[in-house]
Each structure stands twice: as structure tokens, then as C-alpha cells.
Nanobody, 113 residues
């Protein structure tokens, strides 16, 4: 079964950190650009970070540059998103995606005091 499963979300105070993980199954992850998206209430889904297959260097949205770090381990079929210095505006459902292939189910991240 082709799927992505996210974990690691939750509630954190402003300035805190969380690490999201995403495990792929049913397909060869190394063939695909892997991305993290997020969708806040009442807003459109937006791209947060992605790592292409070509050179493995991540790209980030301006809103998270310097605070978020995306990684991928093809052998373990996992991608991660380390989120530091979290802000209330980072509150959203975060989705892992294998581009042109499959979305994860999403995981809630809430930044609040």
C-alpha cells in the first residue's frame, strides 16, 4: 500500500521546538521530491520545505528559513522536519508529500502558551 505516515506533532509553547517525521511505504521514496506542507485554519495549504532527488539540498519558504530544517534518509524511507523557535503563526496541520505520488494524512502542530 502506497502511503506516508506522519508523527511528532502536538502542542508546544512559543519559542519551543518540535520534530516531525514521515515514513514512506509501498514505493521507492528516493525517486521522488519530498515535501512538507501546512494548512492553517481558513487558509490555503502552503509549501513549507522540499528536498528534490537531484542534489538533496532543501528549499524553504521564507516564513520558516533559519528556523526549520528538513532532512531525508532514503535508505530508511523517512523525511523529517525539525522546527525551532516556533511561533503561534506556525500553528497548522502539517502534511508530508511525495510529489506527484501521495499525501500523508496530516498531523496537528499547535503553538500556544
Amino acid at each position: 500500500q502506497v502511503q506516508l505516515v506522519e508523527s511528532g506533532g502536538g502542542l508546544v509553547q512559543p519559542g519551543g521546538s518540535l520534530r516531525l517525521s514521515c515514513v514512506a511505504s509501498g514505493f521507492i521514496m528516493s525517486y521522488y521530491t519530498m515535501s512538507w506542507y501546512r494548512q492553517a485554519p481558513g487558509k490555503e495549504r502552503e509549501l513549507v520545505a522540499s528536498i528534490p532527488t537531484a542534489d538533496g539540498r532543501p528549499n524553504y519558504a521564507d516564513s520558516v528559513k533559519g528556523r526549520f530544517t528538513m532532512g531525508r534518509e532514503n535508505a530508511k524511507k523517512t523525511v523529517s522536519l525539525q522546527m525551532n523557535s516556533l511561533k503561534p503563526e506556525d500553528t497548522a496541520v502539517y502534511y508530508c508529500k511525495a510529489e506527484s505520488k501521495v499525501w500523508g494524512q496530516g498531523i496537528q502542530v499547535t503553538v500556544s502558551s
